[in-house]
């Protein structure tokens, strides 16, 4: 003790009185009454530790510092009595046929005031743990360096100089060549075919572009006409098992269908090694027919399942797979004078529909070219190694002389359609979770940029001390008091918990004080945390008023 009053004793008195608003250095007397004897013990105190308190400030917005001792309250006369025997030599425990509690705790109140030691009167349960393991307030590492993978495959672009730039049209820029061979290769469409993933030059987003050339059958009509029909359903458009179709034009001498890019993204046929387990059959075979149907129910067809036109996604761990339609729109386009009724395009969608579940459960692709010797081996195969249900769907899908309709398999598949549902949510609850993580972080970035924004500004207009002076000096101190902690040989301290906490409470504006003191010891304030919000508020609102916008900025 003998050492911290020393300490204690070396801290300036000079301590500056704060107002928000203006400078600082400005001194304001309270009045202060004190008794006999709280002034003897407070002489007592100052003589020990050589701190003179009541040089000591409290900061608080809008008012002028006040002394680090308060007026005791006043409390009723067998309080005081207990508290004089006490000191005469009296007995110091508690009873428990006290007629106030209120007295008991009163007394608890005056004794510490005293600097005298005391006992709760009841048993005083644990205090729960006030820490958090800091990753829970990240994203895990696997979900860290998935979707660090799947930014990075956004962000990709060809090289300045490639030729494959001038295939791209005008309205996009910044991209990057999707198709396997550097040339124009023909496509399963039946035309030579670019695929690029490219941004948006009127909204930024991005965006595949596929290019068609040699294309004499679409006329610009055409391709409004095509675009049209698709855009004018919402249901279609906003389904997780759909990839929107946006555009189709025509421009240097080829049609361009736009779609949207989805990162990470692969076709059914390069993810296919092999047969898949039956229950992620039926998980990929309820997805496709659900976004078969809210193609259907609009009396449009799909006209590209096929292994190569299906995406595929999995989740961070790989557990879960994910299907969705592509290549909407585009034999709508290709084919337009082909002039076949709906309900023949629905029953080749139906029977795709089974040589795709046929497919994914024998890994070897099956089409309408598959001979019969090979579709028998992988019907045997199936009807082996998976179940009657999924033996006997598949089969109806193919071999019906009169394709079901898409409303029946939905019906058919009902019950493995709530198991689809289930694990939704379960991804669903994992996802939430996970984005909660990245609350915690986004309150702490928008912290501290602010106090980024306000720190050591070196002017402010025609003022040059604008960041040391008013609410941005207490700014300054309070991130000496976060940022640069450090131990008594000047070593640096680097506790992230004492960092996450502060601006926890920072962000919550808690009441709770706390001391802070210049780099060279000589200014010294108590402040809350809710009184360093309002400040870093102030000044930022002070900032962001005196801003210049960003469009009047020359580049």
């Known amino acids: ?9 070396r801290l300036s008195t000079d301590a500056q ?3 928000p608003g203006s400078r600082f250095g400005q001194n304001q007397q309270q009045p202060t009454d004190f008794s006999a004897s709280q002034q003897s013990h407070a002489a007592r105190y100052q003589a020990q530790s050589g701190l003179n308190a009541t040089g000591v400030k409290e900061f608080v917005p809008g008012k002028a510092w006040s002394s680090g001792i308060q007026n005791e309250p006043s409390f009723d006369g067998s309080v005081s009595s207990s508290h004089q025997n006490q000191q005469a030599g009296g007995s110091t425990g508690f009873h428990s046929n006290n007629a106030n509690s209120f007295k008991s705790e009163a007394e608890n109140v005056r004794l510490s005031h005293q600097g005298i030691a005391t006992v709760p009167a009841a048993p005083t349960p644990p205090p ?17 360096l998935y979707y660090r993978d799947l930014a990075l495959e956004a962000h990709r672009q060809m090289e300045p ?13 910044n991209a990057y060549c999707l198709s396997e061979n550097k040339g124009s290769s023909r496509s399963s469409f039946g035309y030579p075919s670019d695929t690029f993933q490219a941004t948006s030059r009127e909204d930024g987003n991005l965006y595949c572009v596929r290019r068609f050339d040699n294309v004499r059958c679409v006329s610009p009509r055409i391709a409004i006409t095509v675009m049209e029909k698709w855009n004018s359903v919402p249901s279609v458009q906003e389904h997780p098992g759909v990839v929107p179709f946006y555009r189709c034009f025509v421009a240097q001498r080829a049609v361009f269908f736009v779609h949207q890019y989805i990162p990470g993204a692969r076709t059914l046929r390069e993810r296919l090694e092999g047969p898949l387990l039956e229950t992620v059959a039926w998980s990929a075979i309820v997805q496709l027919i659900s976004a078969v149907r809210a193609v259907h129910t609009n009396n449009m067809a799909v006209r590209a399942l096929q292994l190569n036109h299906i995406l595929s996604n999995t989740d961070a761990t790989g557990s879960r797979l994910r299907l969705r339609l592509n290549c909407l729109g585009v034999l709508d386009a290709l084919e337009f004078e082909a002039r076949k009724t709906a309900v023949e395009l629905q029953g080749q969608d139906i029977r795709d529909l089974g040589r795709i579940i046929l497919s994914i459960t024998t890994g070897s692709e099956v089409n309408q070219t598959t001979d019969n010797e090979q579709f028998a081996r992988c019907e045997a195969f199936l009807a082996q190694n998976y179940s009657r249900d999924l033996h006997g769907l598949t089969m109806t899908l193919i071999k019906s002389a009169r394709p079901p ?4 398999v939905s019906r058919a598949v009902a019950q493995r359609a709530l198991d689809e549902q289930d694990a939704a949510y379960v991804t669903l609850d994992k996802t939430e979770t996970a984005l909660s993580s990245e609350y915690e972080s986004g309150r702490a970035i928008r912290l501290m940029l602010k106090l980024a924004f306000v720190n050591e500004r070196p002017e402010f207009g025609p003022n040059r001390r604008w960041s040391q002076s ?4 207490v700014l300054s101190l309070f991130r000496d008091f976060v940022f640069h902690q450090a131990d008594g040989n000047g070593n640096p301290v680097m506790d992230l918990g004492h960092v996450t906490t502060a601006l926890n409470k920072l962000d919550t504006q808690d009441e709770e004080k706390i001391a802070l003191s210049s780099r060279d010891g000589k200014s ?16 930022y609102s002070e900032l962001c008023q005196g801003a210049v916008r960003a469009s009047s900025l020359l580049y």
């Open 1 to 9: 003790m003998d050492t911290l009053g020393d300490s204690f004793g």
């Open 17 to 19: 009185e704060f107002v």
């Open 128 to 144: 729960l743990p006030s820490f958090r393991a800091l990753h829970s307030m990240t994203l895990s590492d696997t979900l860290w």
């Open 161 to 173: 100089g490639d030729p494959r730039h001038n295939a791209v049209p005008l309205p996009y820029g």
């Open 405 to 408: 309709s898409i409303l029946e």
């Open 470 to 473: 008013g609410d941005c000096y």
């Open 524 to 539: 010294l304030m108590v402040v809350s945390y809710a009184d360093v919000a309002r400040c870093l508020d102030s000044a």
